[in-house]
């Protein structure tokens, strides 16, 4: 009998996976757009041991349902100093674990059920008017085409067994042997890599298995690979971050990788114990059900699900205790003194400290000062130095992350307890915070007007001066550490910004463009310097003498 191949294989095989993925991405937009605000700021809440963050990870990842997104989740939360190394290595073992619970439900025989849910589903969220109402819809929709998806990629690979050609090629990679089984894994780490599912991994190898084409001891041998391969993705969102966030990713390459290798030697072992646990239910993934006439094999899935399962704890029970030495390890990659220094992670706010007033308060006036250095280093990146922060924006981010850390610390500073002038010290700690980070985003616009248009050597004269008018303006708060006694010259700064904006105005040597580039540049300037005025009128408006110094928060 002639096969179809259009017909009966590429129509739902192709569509069967388009709907598989289309699923996984609906459950997921659905389900993101309902909790994941929650999850990020329960996750960073309570991740504070490697206990409750591999808890974290398993359950976050477990309500998602996708392990890429929890470890870019959590990728972007060490770069953003909310969570540190330690933590974040164990969130990521609890994601591992938190995946494989999807792919359990997967494995459940609900095709045709599938397609009736999708609908009714699709229904909802087409007349639903309520966002939470439509959301729960569409991850419900998502949920149930994942099903349909599977069960049509199934029926479309049965046909392949009556293809001689593509079973002597499938039988060459099984798993008799240790090199198969490798073949396979990394195979399936390719794949993966390539779809950035590892779900969608797993649901190809139970469709193959399902439909007969794979046994279920080289379904397992597939499906390992597939933890390799979703490494692709966090690899990928750590590129243009900070070290310890892609340390994270490293300690989630490490994780999956020293595991696949732990379960390719154990394999035989195990897959002998999996089918004597199995049958122990009753399941023999090996035997075969006859539907319309031809042979399936469900028990596949449930076989392939069941190990995923298996696997992920078992490495995470053998690695947890190891975390430590995982945080040491990592710890000295990338380390380089010549590298400028990360300002998106605070030095100074010690959580444990806040209830003691002093020293919380000094750790907020370090960290200030902190980030008053890290906007007076988009002035060397607008003049090119050497040492400064190589892309711009990313500076801008960390600068923007650090200003949002110091707000948030101080905002639990307050106590009913503390008498007026404690309070008002805090208060006036919170205007400096809010007053810097208005001039960073002031000197980030000079930068960037100074790092995107190209000025002619006539226009770069007026340019170096109005950064030196700003930069000796910054020298006032910058190198003094006690401004408060400097006396504010609004009059005279401000005579000097408009003495330098009508020479670039009346310059005829100036190219129309540039004058107006130049013109906007000054504009950042004055505003600048008017915060700078502002920050010194604030320094002076509480006694800040008795400020201790604090010492840098050692790494947990």
């Given at each position: 009998?002639?096969?179809?191949?259009?017909?009966?294989?590429?129509?739902?095989?192709?569509?069967?996976?388009?709907?598989?993925?289309?699923?996984?991405?609906?459950?997921?937009?659905?389900?993101q757009?309902?909790?994941?605000?929650k999850?990020r700021?329960w996750?960073?809440?309570?991740?504070?041991?490697p206990?409750?963050?591999?808890?974290?990870?398993?359950?976050?990842?477990g309500?998602i349902q996708?392990?890429?997104?929890?470890?870019?989740?959590?990728?972007?939360?060490?770069?953003?100093?909310?969570?540190?190394l330690?933590?974040?290595?164990?969130?990521?073992?609890?994601?591992?674990?938190?995946?494989?619970l999807?792919?359990?439900?997967?494995?459940?025989?609900?095709?045709?059920?599938?397609?009736?849910?999708?609908?009714?589903?699709?229904?909802?969220?087409?007349f639903?008017?309520?966002d939470?109402?439509?959301n729960?819809?569409?991850?419900s929709?998502g949920?149930?085409?994942?099903?349909y998806?599977?069960n049509?990629?199934?029926?479309?690979?049965k046909p392949?067994?009556?293809?001689p050609?593509?079973m002597?090629v499938?039988?060459?990679?099984d798993?008799s042997?240790?090199?198969?089984?490798?073949?396979?894994?990394?195979?399936?780490?390719?794949?993966?890599?390539?779809?950035?599912?590892?779900?969608?991994?797993i649901?190809?190898?139970m469709?193959?298995?399902?439909?007969?084409?794979?046994p279920w001891?080289?379904?397992?041998?597939?499906?390992i690979?597939?933890?390799?391969?979703?490494?692709?993705?966090?690899?990928?969102?750590?590129?243009?971050?900070s070290?310890?966030?892609?340390?994270t990713?490293?300690?989630h390459?490490?994780?999956?990788?020293?595991?696949?290798?732990v379960?390719?030697?154990?394999?035989?072992?195990a897959?002998?114990?999996?089918?004597?646990g199995?049958?122990?239910?009753?399941?023999d993934?090996?035997?075969?059900?006859?539907?319309d006439?031809?042979?399936?094999?469900?028990?596949?899935?449930?076989?392939?699900?069941?190990?995923?399962?298996?696997?992920?704890?078992?490495?995470?029970?053998?690695?947890?205790p190891?975390?430590g030495?995982?945080?040491r390890?990592?710890?000295k990659?990338?380390?380089?003194?010549?590298v400028?220094?990360?300002?998106?992670?605070?030095?100074?706010?010690?959580?444990?400290?806040v209830?003691?007033?002093?020293?919380?308060?000094?750790?907020?006036?370090?960290?200030?000062r902190?980030?008053?250095?890290?906007?007076?280093a988009?002035?060397?990146?607008?003049r090119?130095?050497?040492?400064?922060?190589v892309?711009?924006?990313?500076?801008?981010?960390?600068?923007?992350?650090l200003?949002?850390?110091?707000?948030?610390y101080?905002?639990?500073?307050?106590?009913?307890?503390l008498?007026?002038?404690?309070?008002?010290?805090?208060?006036?700690?919170?205007?400096?915070?809010?007053?810097?980070s208005?001039l960073?985003?002031?000197?980030?616009?000079?930068?960037?007007?100074?790092d995107?248009?190209?000025f002619s050597?006539?226009?770069?004269?007026f340019?170096?001066?109005s950064?030196?008018?700003?930069?000796?303006?910054?020298?006032?708060?910058?190198a003094?550490?006690?401004?408060?006694?400097a006396?504010?010259?609004?009059?005279?700064?401000?005579?000097?910004v408009l003495e330098?904006?009508?020479?670039?105005?009346s310059?005829?040597?100036l190219?129309a463009?540039?004058?107006g580039?130049?013109?906007?540049?000054?504009?950042?300037?004055?505003?600048?310097q008017?915060l700078?005025?502002?920050?010194e009128?604030?320094?002076?408006?509480?006694?800040?003498?008795?400020?201790?110094v604090?010492?840098?928060?050692?790494?947990?």
């Amino acid at each position: 009998m002639e096969v179809d191949i259009f017909k009966e294989i590429l129509v739902p095989v192709v569509g069967g996976l388009g709907i598989f993925l289309l699923g996984l991405e609906f459950m997921d937009t659905g389900i993101q757009a309902l909790s994941v605000n929650k999850m990020r700021a329960w996750l960073a809440k309570i991740a504070g041991t490697p206990v409750k963050g591999v808890m974290a990870g398993t359950v976050i990842t477990g309500v998602i349902q996708s392990s890429t997104a929890m470890t870019v989740m959590t990728v972007g939360l060490v770069n953003a100093g909310v969570l540190n190394l330690r933590s974040a290595i164990s969130v990521i073992m609890g994601a591992n674990v938190g995946t494989t619970l999807g792919n359990g439900l997967i494995a459940l025989p609900l095709g045709p059920i599938g397609l009736l849910f999708s609908g009714i589903f699709a229904c909802v969220y087409c007349f639903a008017r309520q966002d939470k109402t439509r959301n729960i819809a569409l991850a419900s929709m998502g949920f149930s085409l994942i099903f349909y998806g599977l069960n049509l990629m199934t029926g479309g690979l049965k046909p392949l067994r009556n293809m001689p050609e593509v079973m002597a090629v499938l039988q060459r990679l099984d798993s008799s042997n240790i090199v198969d089984v490798v073949s396979c894994a990394l195979i399936a780490a390719l794949i993966t890599a390539m779809i950035h599912s590892s779900s969608a991994t797993i649901g190809i190898v139970m469709g193959l298995g399902a439909s007969g084409v794979l046994p279920w001891q080289t379904a397992i041998a597939f499906a390992i690979g597939a933890d390799l391969g979703t490494t692709v993705t966090s690899w990928i969102a750590s590129l243009n971050l900070s070290k310890n966030a892609k340390r994270t990713t490293y300690a989630h390459i490490a994780f999956n990788f020293i595991g696949v290798l732990v379960v390719l030697m154990l394999f035989f072992p195990a897959i002998r114990v999996l089918g004597w646990g199995l049958g122990l239910f009753g399941i023999d993934p090996a035997a075969p059900t006859v539907v319309d006439g031809q042979q399936t094999f469900p028990m596949v899935p449930v076989a392939v699900g069941v190990f995923s399962i298996i696997f992920n704890i078992f490495n995470v029970l053998i690695m947890f205790p190891f975390i430590g030495t995982f945080e040491r390890v990592l710890s000295k990659v990338g380390v380089d003194e010549n590298v400028p220094e990360e300002y998106a992670v605070p030095r100074f706010l010690d959580p444990k400290a806040v209830d003691d007033h002093p020293r919380a308060v000094a750790g907020v006036l370090a960290e200030t000062r902190r980030q008053l250095q890290a906007g007076t280093a988009f002035l060397d990146i607008a003049r090119g130095r050497p040492g400064a922060p190589v892309e711009l924006e990313e500076h801008a981010e960390a600068v923007d992350s650090l200003s949002r850390e110091i707000r948030a610390y101080c905002a639990h500073l307050f106590r009913d307890d503390l008498d007026r002038g404690q309070n008002d010290l805090v208060a006036s700690l919170i205007e400096e915070v809010d007053f810097t980070s208005a001039l960073s985003e002031q000197l980030h616009q000079v930068a960037r007007r100074a790092d995107r248009e190209e000025f002619s050597p006539a226009s770069q004269v007026f340019l170096e001066e109005s950064l030196d008018a700003l930069d000796a303006h910054l020298r006032r708060i910058v190198a003094v550490d006690d401004a408060s006694a400097a006396v504010p010259q609004e009059m005279r700064e401000e005579k000097d910004v408009l003495e330098l904006r009508e020479r670039i105005v009346s310059s005829p040597s100036l190219p129309a463009g540039e004058r107006g580039a130049l013109v906007a540049l000054l504009g950042s300037v004055e505003r600048a310097q008017q915060l700078v005025e502002r920050i010194e009128v604030e320094r002076a408006s509480v006694d800040r003498g008795t400020i201790g110094v604090v010492e840098p928060v050692a790494s947990a």
